[in-house]
């Protein structure tokens, strides 16, 4: 069982920055694909990022190419959301996301059903 404690949310105004971290316990995460979703308020959650376990690819979704960037590190267990130039529409809870047994690339990267064990969240809001 892993546990994920996304930290580094709060309130930014537009342009600015923040880095998001997600801190994984209970086992090792080198084999997870790992990701980040966003749910803002009235939608569904979407996915924002995720990076293959040995971090060789990263994938994004379009509106936040080019500002955001996911890194990991492995050997402190963690998975880290830079954000730059963010804007109202950026406004969401973000949550951090693990694939205990990744396979396939496009579509199954974005699918939140393919996750196995999820972060509690946490809230970005970005004011105009």
């Known amino acids: 069982q892993v546990q994920l404690v996304e930290s580094g949310g709060g309130l930014v105004q537009a342009g600015g920055s923040l880095r998001l971290s997600c801190a994984a316990s209970?086992?090792?995460?080198?084999?997870?694909?790992m990701a980040w979703f966003r749910q803002a308020p009235g939608k569904e959650r979407e996915f924002v990022a995720a990076?293959?376990?040995?971090?060789?690819?990263?994938y994004v979704t379009g509106s936040v190419k080019g500002r955001f960037t996911i890194t990991r590190d492995n050997v402190k267990n963690t998975v880290d959301l830079q954000m730059i130039t963010l804007n109202p529409e950026d406004t969401a809870v973000y949550y951090c996301?693990?694939?205990?047994?990744?396979?396939?690339?496009?579509?199954?990267?974005?699918?939140?059903?393919?996750?196995?064990?999820w972060g509690q969240g946490t809230q970005v809001t970005v004011s105009s």
């Open positions: 209970g086992r090792t995460i080198g084999t997870y694909r």
């Open positions: 990076i293959s376990p040995s971090a060789s690819t990263t």
């Open positions: 996301a693990a694939d205990r047994r990744p396979t396939g690339e496009g579509t199954a990267v974005r699918d939140a059903t393919r996750y196995d064990y």
